[in-house]
């Protein structure tokens, strides 16, 4: 049975903290993790590539869209490089008529530069 959008954003987050028995997940700001040896990682080794808040969020958009994986972006910037990278010099992208205005400029006047065609 599939569940509703509705229950899937309800539900998100929604589990009891072993230490506390919060059932709000905290938002972690650590920047690095301890672990108990050396190869013996948690999952989590540095903010910057992965941190138990993101990681629900991330989960979460995976979910909600029934994706297989979810990302989370600390800008709007970083989300655009990210999919930039994924194009190659002939491609081109087709874009929404009303694109912010710096995203327009990006493609504009650094993306083509590199071969890549936009149209609306």
Do not use: K, P
């Given at each position: 049975m599939t569940e509703h959008v509705e229950t899937k954003?309800?539900?998100?987050?929604?589990?009891?903290?072993?230490?506390?028995?919060t059932v709000s997940p905290p938002v972690y700001l650590?920047?690095?993790y301890?672990?108990?040896?050396?190869?013996?990682?948690?999952?989590?080794?540095?903010i910057r590539t992965k941190n138990p808040?993101?990681?629900l969020v991330e989960d979460a958009i995976a979910s909600l869209?029934?994706?297989?994986?979810?990302?989370?972006?600390?800008?709007?910037?970083?989300a655009i490089q990210t999919i930039m990278a994924l194009f190659e010099s002939g491609d081109e992208l087709i874009v929404s008529s009303d694109l912010y205005g710096g995203t327009y400029r990006l493609f504009e006047n650094e993306w083509k530069k590199y071969g890549l065609r936009f149209s609306l």
């Open positions: 954003l309800a539900q998100i987050g929604n589990r009891s903290e072993e230490v506390t028995g650590s920047t690095a301890r672990h108990r040896g050396i190869g013996e990682s948690t999952g989590f080794d540095y808040t993101r990681q869209e029934e994706g297989t994986a979810g990302f989370a972006f600390s800008s709007g910037m970083a």
